[in-house]
């Protein structure tokens, strides 16, 4: 919390599935179905190899290591994540899927440990163990107290907004939208008679109505508006033409921030009629650490974003970025000098969005933008 401003912590994918699964208090079973890996258990050894050996089984609060003292000083009024696994005992892996995410439902207290108010599921990865472990995945974070947006029981559930009510009164709503380009299989779109995700298909001119219709029917005066976009490739800096006035348009029809994710890595930040765009940001917890290739992204660097917007318009007021690092499945502060790579790598991308990045006296980021004199 900000002054009278409402802030909310904005986090990109978040993978507790496979090994992270299995160090964590209640392994569920390990069985993979790659091409390479057939045993969860080979994603630990291998972070072990690259970093050092990780205790078992470990505390629910320990993938989110120094993360959660940041939260807890930050005090954000609205924690958001994009919760990129199923969460399920079930073995119905999906046969056209080379990569299946999926955690232990009585690991669960790993997301509740870091106080998070919504998990968003339009992702590649929710159903990766069909619908039966989709509906298993809702009742648990239905059962947990978690809101979800971005998948349902069938396409008017799937598009419906979460509502978070905010203790100095007003609310945020969260909707999610999953786009092909991320890689959800268009037969994962919920309708009217089956269970899904809310995808929007890949077009020239995305229908943003379908989109902000459930959104215009729940909003009241005051509500700040969250649309989470799953898109784009893992890997590379650019945003897409078809990306970039889709965000847009989302703004144009009343959306204050467009929370971005998908990539590996983090993209631009744009502020666009004074409302926060995150293009792409970046991996949030995972067990990738022992995996090779890609270094030039420093893949292990993460980001937690804290924006701060006016409580009556939506409007971005500051932003914080805190740089943080993955090793042994667990989050840490980075080093100045990865914080120093971070900063100069987002402002190099984001500039050409009229947007700059800057070190702060505390060893943080925080975004800087040219103000909109007609926003307040």
Excluded at 77 to 99: A, H, Y
Excluded at 117 to 146: I, K
Excluded at 316 to 345: G, I, N, P, Q, Y
């Amino acid at each position: 919390m900000s002054g009278d401003l409402v802030t909310l912590f904005l986090f990109g994918d978040v993978m507790l599935g496979r090994g992270v699964d299995q160090i964590l208090p209640h392994p569920g079973d390990p069985t993979l179905r790659e091409p390479v890996v057939t045993d969860a258990r080979d994603y630990v050894a291998m972070a072990e190899h690259a970093n050092g050996a990780i205790p078992r089984p470990v505390d629910f609060s320990w993938p989110w290591g120094d993360a959660l003292g940041i939260l807890d000083r930050a005090a954000p009024d609205v924690r958001i994540v994009n919760l990129e696994t199923s969460v399920t005992r079930s073995g119905q892996f999906d046969p056209w899927k080379q990569v299946h995410y999926r955690m232990e439902p009585d690991n669960v207290p790993a997301l509740s440990s870091a106080g998070l108010d919504v998990c968003t599921l339009a992702n590649n990865h929710v159903l990766d163990f069909g619908h039966g472990g989709l509906r298993q995945t809702l009742a648990v974070l239905n059962e947990a107290g978690l809101g979800t947006a971005g998948a349902g029981s069938d396409a008017e559930d799937a598009r419906r907004p979460v509502t978070i009510p905010l203790e100095r009164g007003g609310r945020v709503l969260v909707s999610a939208i999953g786009m092909v380009s991320s890689g959800i299989p268009p037969r994962w779109a919920a309708t009217e008679a089956r269970p899904g995700v809310h995808v929007v298909p890949a077009s020239a001119d995305p229908d943003v109505a379908e989109v902000i219709e459930p959104l215009r029917q729940s909003r009241r005066p005051g509500d700040i508006v969250v649309v989470s976009v799953h898109w784009g490739s893992n890997w590379g800096y650019e945003v897409t033409r078809q990306q970039r006035d889709l965000a847009h348009a989302l703004v144009d029809h009343g959306v204050d921030v467009v929370f971005g994710h998908s990539s590996h890595h983090p993209r631009p930040v744009e502020v666009y009629r004074g409302r926060l765009i995150l293009y792409g940001c970046g991996d949030g917890i995972d067990d990738y650490e022992g995996i090779g290739g890609h270094e030039a992204y420093h893949k292990d660097l993460r980001i937690l974003y804290l924006a701060s917007v006016a409580p009556d318009t939506g409007a971005l007021k500051a932003m914080r970025l805190v740089a943080m690092r993955a090793r042994r499945m667990r989050l840490e502060r980075a080093s100045r000098a990865e914080s120093h790579w971070l900063r100069a790598t987002l402002d190099r991308i984001s500039r050409p969005f009229g947007s700059q990045v800057i070190a702060t006296s505390v060893g943080e980021l925080s975004l800087g933008w040219k103000a909109d004199p007609a926003v307040r």
